[in-house]
């Protein structure tokens, strides 16, 4: 019987798949979403600049868009506490009371690749706006669909 058959003890010989390092995409703090009275913390992500790459895990080992941030505020505290990595899924289907990375249409000026997002638990969705949740300072906000560009899952903490 060849090693690494079916019912073989023996180790194959092929070893285990290579599974590619999961990318850390820039983050930064970009001020506060304007809506109404709230402080709604807005964070900017660098879509195309890697800063750092971590082991993948096993699950996300066929999610070839998958990627991981870096928390930089403080407004899902106590959930996610600035400095925490964790992964998202672009492909991943969300639900209501998932944690997403919420992409903004608009852009900035500067053509640096960064786009506007609101990190947040996902509270409710319909065909004209999503109403997201924020820990710190607790509020529930809407989002209108057109200001809308992606609706991205975060899939949970890096250790």
Request: with cysteine.
């Given at each position: 019987m060849p090693a690494g058959a079916l019912g073989d003890g023996r180790p194959s010989p092929w070893?285990?798949?290579?599974?590619?390092?999961?990318?850390?995409?820039?983050?930064?703090?970009?001020?506060e979403w304007a809506h109404e009275a709230s402080r709604i913390e807005l964070t900017e992500i660098?879509?195309?600049?890697?800063?750092?790459r971590l082991g993948r895990p096993r699950s996300l080992a066929?999610?070839?868009s998958a990627y991981a941030i870096t928390i930089v505020g403080d407004s899902m505290w106590p959930r996610f506490r600035p400095g925490r990595r964790?992964?998202?899924?672009?492909?991943?289907p969300?639900?209501?009371?998932?944690?997403?990375?919420v992409k903004l249409t608009?852009?900035?000026?500067?053509?640096?690749?960064?786009?506007?997002a609101l990190i947040k638990e996902l509270v409710r969705k319909s065909g004209s706006a999503v109403e997201?949740?924020?820990?710190?300072?607790?509020?529930?906000?809407?989002?209108?669909?057109?200001?809308?560009?992606a609706i991205e899952k975060i899939?949970?903490?890096l250790i």
């Open positions: 070893g285990a798949p290579h599974v590619p390092p999961l990318p850390v995409v820039a983050t930064s703090l970009a001020g660098g879509t195309c600049e890697i800063v750092d066929n999610d070839h964790v992964a998202v899924s672009p492909t991943a969300v639900a209501i009371g998932d944690d997403v990375v608009s852009h900035g000026e500067d053509g640096r690749n960064r786009v506007p997201l949740r924020q820990f710190n300072p607790d509020v529930t906000f809407e989002v209108p669909a057109a200001e809308i560009s899939l949970g903490e």
